[in-house]
């Protein structure tokens, strides 16, 4: 079982930034592709960005590419999202989860474990 708290989530204005933090607990990080999705009122869930185990492969988003930077360091068995010109479009529940197979980083079914989720919002 791997158990995953996210944080950093608030309010912020457009054109402002966030980082996101995903603290895993329970097993050690580095044996799971890590991604973020997000979810706004009414939207389904959307595929923001995921990390290989080591760090070398990242994927993107379209709506966030250029603008988000997915990160992790496996020795604090946390995972990064930071989030840049922001913008009203962006607001959503932020959910952090982690993959055992890391054979599709962008499919949400394909993870199994998921945080709580933090709320971003920003303003315009």
């Known amino acids: 079982q791997v158990q995953l708290v996210e944080s950093g989530g608030g309010l912020v204005q457009a054109g402002g930034s966030l980082r996101l933090s995903c603290a895993a607990s329970?097993?050690?990080?580095?044996?799971?592709?890590m991604g973020w999705f997000r979810q706004a009122p009414g939207a389904e869930r959307e595929f923001v960005a995921a990390i290989s185990r080591s760090g070398v492969n990242t994927y993107y988003g379209d709506s966030v590419k250029g603008r988000f930077t997915i990160s992790r360091d496996n020795a604090k068995n946390t995972g990064y999202l930071q989030m840049n010109s922001l913008k009203p479009e962006d607001t959503a529940v932020y959910y952090c989860a982690a993959d055992r197979s890391g054979s599709r980083p962008t499919r949400g079914v394909s993870y199994d474990y998921w945080g709580q989720g933090t709320q971003v919002t920003v303003s315009s």
């Open positions: 329970g097993r050690t990080l580095n044996n799971y592709l």
